[in-house]
């Protein structure tokens, strides 16, 4: 908490470059030991969690005290210390946002290549109620500047300069500001009223009512002139649902549902014609139009504005390979070309001619086609250095230098995180309801998986058929008929990864946007899988027992298949952690099969537990791998009080019991009953579950610390990266 405070409180250091490394360094370490504290209260959260999952399951949703108290106690604890130190200096907030960037540079490390520079030192700001637009040619920077804005800079990236909020340096992400990306990332089953609907009941206060949500979420589809397009699902990969400009509009509409005070866009007008990119333009630039000049901040980069849509710009930030051309008055940059040489033909849209002007990509074709050989037009490099020379010696870029120190010096207050949305359980409700109609659509989650556990279990009970108790084969085929129960049938669990991941990715975008918290994202999931986990292990746990004849007696099926469903359950713990490790779901299903490949051969079936080798295959993978306890287990319910005749190695006609071939056989640890392996198992899914929840909050509390490490002075970085081994240009 205390760090927390000198996180927050502190004002900007001086603008010196040693003074702003300093700064950087000081929030890196104080964000680290804001995380460190906080681990406690993460603990505290996830074992009240645990107990609400298990209320939730024995049907406790009525209210009743133990309720009551996690809902106070885990609401209170869910905000981080972060948020609880805003709530506590909420007095003398500015309503509105004012954003300022002094010499920003950013680089990327382009591996061995060394690296390259994407922004250098730009310099702007941004006020309450006014609309930023960021242009330039493509590849210039724009999301880029965006992305430095709201705190999401990409790991292989360094920063300097300073950025700050009412003047002062705050961290961004996770609920600060709303950002809508360049790419839409959406749950493609829903329709959007649905998709708009939950987001409305997840962002919005507990203070509004549902109907009032519902009618927010109404006006801002019509907004979006969606109306037309609400029943229709949003579709993706394989199923065409939503038009691309469709989607975007859905995306916009999402973000605005809670009039943000600062949202930034990456190319909201992409996909859309040009009467829809006015309209969309327009609502936005609404946004900011309040009395008391307390409206949205609104930050937005964009290719090709009409001219009606570039007339609702107040301010114009021109790139061109990540330098300032312009920055000034939108009604003003018109002037600047013209005055530098480059004037607007008529009836020639201003942000076309800007955007010929700088853009270098294609300057060979068009000169050779288009040029007239009697007239000496510069280069397009040469126009962009004149135009930003001359940007730099103007009026307008010491005005933009004494308006960033004049909102420097004002004390404002900090950006509240939206703390303001829906209660905890709320929150916990509709992920659930959300994740359940998503798996419910999505025939890759569950379906396609229950349908080919079908048809391997009917294979398996022919395959396996007749298994009976006497014969030299019974007890091998028992053993062989369980291990590829418990090992393959759990292995197929991976199938629903791909699906699991895309909604992570939509976890993850609305997740930096702070629509609702990470630990109501694992209990939703969790919850609303498992109706499909049970469907799945009876169904085809049940033809797979019974054809082929094993244990009779309900009790023993039912352990069966509660041990299989259990199995499930940690296979997709386990891809869980995998999915918030690894980059892509292609190199998640080859990590997550590596892994269960592993554990299978340490399980103790394939060489029995006394055979493995002693280092890792038997200390620790054996014990730990989960394998081991559904062999045991399932191994256990079948041959304990069974009788068997005529096996292998017996003298004929002498019955052997079960527990004999258990310790004899199979080398089955015989001290403890089948229910400790089952309780194993369960205390492993906690475990997993835990485990990636910490994950999730930890990567959350190190990135902004990292990148703020990584933050370093302009000049020390070029000094890094000069390659002594260059060659000089000529
Ligand atoms: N993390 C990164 N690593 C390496 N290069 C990067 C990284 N991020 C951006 N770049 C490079 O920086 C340049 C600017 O990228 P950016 O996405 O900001 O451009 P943009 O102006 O948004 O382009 P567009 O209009 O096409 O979206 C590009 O050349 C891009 O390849
Ligand atoms: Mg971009």
Known sequence: MLSNVMLETSKCPPHTKRGNHRGARDFAVSSTLGYLISRTK???????????????????????????????????????????????????????????????????????????????GVTGYARPGQLLALMGP???????????????LGSNTSQAGDILVNGRRQALAYGT????????????????????????????????????????????????????????????????????????????????????????LDEPTSGLDSAASYYVMSRIARLGQTDNGTGTTVIASIHQPSSEVFQLFHNLCLLSSGRTVYFGPASDANQFFASNGFPCPTLQNPSDHFLKTINKDFEKDIEQGLADPETIIPSTEEAINILIKSYKAS?????????????????????????????????????????????YRDLGYYWLRLAIYILLSIGLATVFHNLGTTGPNSVQARGSLL??????????????????????????????????????????????????????????????????????????????????????????????????????????????????????????????????????????LYYIAFHKYAYQGLFKNEFQGLKFANVNGVPRNKIVDGETILRKNWELEMGYSKWVDLGILFGMILLYRLVFLLILKIAEKIKPAISALLSVPPKQTTQIMVNPYALPLN
């Open 395 to 439: 009026a307008n870029y010491e005005q933009v230098r004494s308006q960033v120190a004049e909102i420097c010096k004002q004390d404002g207050g900090l950006l509240e995180k939206k703390r303001s949305r829906a209660r905890f359980l709320t929150q916990c409700q509709i992920l659930t309801r959300r994740s359940f109609v998503n798996m």
């Open 483 to 620: 291990m590829f129960i418990a090992s393959f049938l759990t292995f197929m669990a991976i199938g629903g990864f791909p699906s699991f991941v895309e909604e992570m990715k939509v976890f993850e975008r609305e997740r930096l946007n702070g629509h609702y918290g990470v630990t109501p994202f694992v209990i939703g999931n969790s919850l609303s899988a498992l109706p499909y986990l049970v469907l799945i292990s009876v169904i085809p746990g049940a033809i797979v027992y019974y054809l082929p004849g094993l244990h009779e007696g309900l009790q023993h099926f039912l352990y069966f298949a509660l041990l299989i469903f259990t199995c499930m359950m940690l296979v997709e713990s386990l891809m869980m952690i995998v999915a918030s490790l690894v980059p892509n779901y292609l190199m998640g299903i080859i990590t997550g099969a590596g892994i269960q490949g592993l554990m299978i051969l340490g399980g103790g079936f394939f060489r029995l537990p006394n055979d493995l080798p002693d280092p890792f295959w038997k200390y620790p």
């Open 177 to 264: 500001s709303a950002y809508v990306t360049q790419d839409d990332t959406l749950m493609t089953t829903l329709t959007v009223k649905e998709a708009v609907y939950y987001s409305a009941q997840l962002q919005l206060p507990k203070t509004m009512s549902s109907s009032e949500k519902k009618e927010r979420a109404e006006t801002t589809m019509r907004e979006m002139g969606l109306q037309e397009a609400m029943n229709t699902r949003i579709g993706g990969w394989g199923c065409k649902g939503l038009s691309g400009g469709q989607k975007r509009r859905v995306t916009i509409c999402i973000e605005i549902l809670t009039r943000p005070k600062l949202l930034f």
């Open 42 to 120: 993460i603990f505290y959260i996830y074992m009240a969690s645990i107990v609400m999952y298990y209320s939730v399951l024995l049907n406790l949703h009525k209210p009743n005290p133990l309720s009551l108290f996690l809902l106070e106690n885990i609401t209170m604890a869910a905000a981080t210390p972060i948020e609880m130190e805003t709530i506590s200096n909420s007095k003398g907030y500015h309503e509105g946002v004012f954003i300022t960037w002094e010499d920003v540079w950013v680089r990327a490390s382009n591996g061995r290549k060394g690296s390259k520079s994407i922004l250098e």
């Open 138 to 152: 493509s590849g210039c920077g724009k999301s880029t500047l965006l992305d430095a804005l709201a705190g999401r």
